[in-house]
């Protein structure tokens, strides 16, 4: 079946834009997480949703960042006024209570900011 | 608060050898522990995960692991590498008391010569 995807791939963005990343988990999946792994890096947590419940977003860096999941499904991540640490590649992940929530991830955004 | 250490950032062993990757935790309640690799060029993939019950679980490409509670660690091995074994490898934690933050661990970069 179909697997975790995202969009865009690459964005190359001027400081100070804003950007738009998104996550289409696996469907029926009730989780979904957001990552950061900048180069060389490991992952850093930013926010997941569950159902339902209020998200969890005590990793997001700074309020530049936000995210919203729209109708238990689709998810978007929101970078104002980028800058140059945004630089990183952000992953999607999605899990189910029925697989003991392992997480199955996107191939990611590579976000560059010149 | 959650946290994971993955001592050594590389690990080099020779083909055929056994090989051990460190991962260490720290949860509030009882850990859900995880491994992840992440082939050159690849998205994230699961590889194993302990829940409960035996200590020793086996996973995907031959790896297994064994958690230990009084040592708090959660290491990965494989009776024998392969240089397709090559990739990153990261631990991941969370506990059980309802959240579903997950906390990865910085990665350790296996190197398996020939």
């Known amino acids: 079946g179909a697997g975790v995807s995202q969009s865009p791939s690459n964005k190359v963005t001027e400081k100070g834009k804003d950007v738009e990343l998104r996550c289409d988990p696996i469907?029926?999946?009730?989780?979904l997480y957001w990552y950061r792994q900048s180069l060389g890096q490991g992952l850093e947590f930013l926010i997941y949703f569950q159902g339902n419940s209020a998200p969890d977003k005590s990793g997001l860096p700074s309020d530049r960042f936000s995210a919203e999941r729209t109708g238990g499904s689709v998810s978007t991540l929101t970078i104002q006024r980028t800058q140059q640490e945004d630089s990183a590649v952000y992953l999607c992940?999605?899990?189910?209570?029925?697989?003991?929530?392992?997480?199955?991830f996107g191939p990611g955004t590579r976000l560059t900011v010149t | 608060a959650q946290s994971v250490a993955q001592p050594e950032d590389q690990v080099n062993v020779a083909e055929g050898n056994p090989l051990t990757v460190k991962c260490t935790y720290s949860v509030s309640g009882n850990p859900y522990l995880f491994w992840y690799v992440q082939y050159p060029n690849r998205g994230l993939q699961f590889l194993l995960k302990?829940?409960?019950?035996?200590?020793l679980v086996k996973g995907s490409y031959g790896f297994e692991a064994e958690f230990n509670k009084s040592q708090t660690s959660f290491h990965l091995k494989k009776p024998s590498a392969l240089v397709s074994d090559s990739a990153l490898y990261f631990c991941?934690?969370?506990?059980?008391?309802?959240?579903?933050?997950?906390?990865f661990g910085a990665g350790t970069r296996l190197f398996v010569k020939a």
């Open positions: 992940a999605s899990s189910s209570p029925h697989t003991l929530y392992e997480q199955y």
């Open positions: 469907s029926g999946h009730t989780a």
């Open positions: 302990y829940i409960t019950g035996d200590n």
């Open positions: 991941a934690v969370r506990d059980d008391t309802g959240g579903f933050k997950t906390i």
